[in-house]
C-alpha cells in the first residue's frame, strides 16, 4: 500500500520561507517521478513541480527561482523548499508520484498516488 504523508505546511507573511516534506511507503522515490501541487480556494489544481528519477526538476513559472524541489532516496522523502513566499501562494499543497507517461509533466496521467495535503498561507 503506497502512502504520501505532507508536513511543514503552516501561516507565515510575505517574504517568508517553509519547507514541506513528503515521507513516502510503499513506493521507492529513487526510480518514480514525483511532483508538488496545490489548490487554491475556488481554483482548480495546479502544478508546482516535478522532479524525475534522472534529477531534473521542472517547474511552473509562477514560481520560478522561489521554489526548490529536492528529493532524499535514502529517506525516501519529497521536499519543496518555498522562499520569498506570496500571498498568491497561499493553497494547500499536495505531493504526488507514479510513472512518466507523458512529456506533459503536470498530467495527472503521470500521477497516481497523492497524499492528503498540507495548507501553506501566506500573509501581507
Known amino acids: 500500500q503506497v502512502q504520501l504523508v505532507e508536513s511543514g505546511g503552516g501561516s507565515v507573511q510575505t517574504g517568508g520561507s517553509l519547507r514541506l516534506s513528503c515521507v513516502v511507503s510503499g513506493y521507492t522515490i529513487r526510480t518514480g517521478f514525483l511532483g508538488w501541487f496545490r489548490q487554491a480556494p475556488g481554483k482548480e489544481r495546479e502544478g508546482v513541480a516535478t522532479?524525475?528519477?534522472?534529477?531534473?526538476?521542472v517547474y511552473v513559472d509562477s514560481v520560478k527561482g522561489r521554489f526548490t524541489i529536492s528529493k532524499d532516496n535514502a529517506k525516501n522523502t519529497l521536499y519543496l523548499q518555498m522562499n520569498s513566499l506570496k500571498p498568491e501562494d497561499t493553497a494547500v499543497y499536495y505531493c504526488?508520484?507514479?510513472?512518466?507517461?507523458?512529456?506533459?509533466?503536470?498530467?495527472?496521467?503521470?500521477?497516481?498516488?497523492w497524499g492528503q495535503g498540507t495548507q501553506v498561507t501566506v500573509s501581507s
Open positions: 504526488a508520484a507514479g510513472v512518466y507517461r507523458t512529456p506533459f509533466r503536470f498530467s495527472p496521467v503521470n500521477f497516481d498516488y
Open positions: 522532479i524525475g528519477s534522472d534529477g531534473i526538476s
